[in-house]
Antibody, heavy 127, light 109 residues
Framework: QVQLQESGPGLVKPSQTLSLTCTVSGGSISSGGYYWGWIRQHPGKGLEWIGYIYYTGSTYYNPSLKSRLTISVDTSKNQFSLKLSSVTAADTAVYFC???????????????????WGQGTLVTVSS | EIVMTQSPATLSVSPGERATLSCRASQSVSSNLGWYQQKPGQAPRLLIYGASTRATGIPARFSGSGSGTEFTLTISSLQSEDFAVYYCQQYNNWPPSYSFGQGTKLEIK
């Protein structure tokens, strides 16, 4: 079964760039059929969708983060990555990567879901 | 942006009883609604998509209903492992958007 694992620094200084990588195992990113997404969860709060990428490199970002965000994919390593620039304390959160389905399910209805998810990694923005 | 509002914030229910969780969208999302379960220190787990379709491996005691702006997640007979935080999430095809409710904490009464 597909598993995802986030990695990257747990502490980032304000104004710097937050960089995370998600490594996918048990399946190939480039096999298609799924997108690959990032979601974050501020401490003690709800979930916020960040953006997603397809193996071709096609991306879509949350408009609220678009100006600071880059998501990329490395199919040779079966990884995808997130870079968030000019971070502030408001970017402190647990960052999750997840596989994203976007398409028509077996009933013929459009559907979309995040499953499975990585375990998440806490990134703290502080000097 | 579509805002998802869940109620109640905390629900206290005894094991074996039924739990009913609500989710409201600020505008119609048709049936583009999912439910996730999150336990402390864990990632969310998909329970329901398409408002009422159980994800693979999800027990039949979990059911979802609703369309438009009002949705419900029902857990028919609570097991000890069901006490967790539950999130609803809307999705839109184009332009793509995903937004989550603030969560309902289901606790043991």
């Amino acid at each position: 079964q597909v598993q995802l694992q986030e990695s990257g620094p747990g502490l980032v200084k304000p104004s710097q760039t937050l960089s995370l990588t998600c490594t996918v195992s048990g399946g190939s990113i480039s096999s298609g059929g799924y997108y690959w997404g990032w979601i974050r969860q501020h401490p003690g709060k709800g979930l916020e969708w960040i953006g997603y990428i397809y193996y071709t490199g096609s991306t879509y970002y949350n408009p609220s983060l678009k100006s600071r965000l880059t998501i990329s994919v490395d199919t040779s390593k079966n990884q995808f990555s997130l870079k968030l620039s000019s971070v502030t304390a408001a970017d402190t959160a647990v960052y999750f990567c997840a596989r994203l389905f976007r398409g028509y399910d077996t009933s013929g209805y459009y559907s979309s879901w995040f499953d499975p998810w990585g375990q998440g990694t806490l990134v703290t923005v502080s000097s | 942006e579509i805002v998802m509002t869940q109620s109640p914030a905390t629900l206290s229910v005894s094991p074996g009883e039924r739990a009913t969780l609500s989710c409201r969208a600020s505008q119609s999302v048709s049936s583009n609604l999912g439910w996730y379960q999150q336990k402390p220190g864990q990632a969310p787990r998909l329970l329901i998509y398409g408002a009422s379709t159980r994800a693979t491996g999800i027990p039949a005691r979990f059911s979802g209903s609703g369309s438009g702006t009002e949705f419900t997640l029902t857990i028919s007979s609570l097991q000890s492992e069901d006490f967790a935080v539950y999130y609803c999430q809307q999705y839109n095809n184009w332009p793509p958007s995903y937004s989550f409710g603030q969560g309902t904490k289901l606790e043991i009464k």
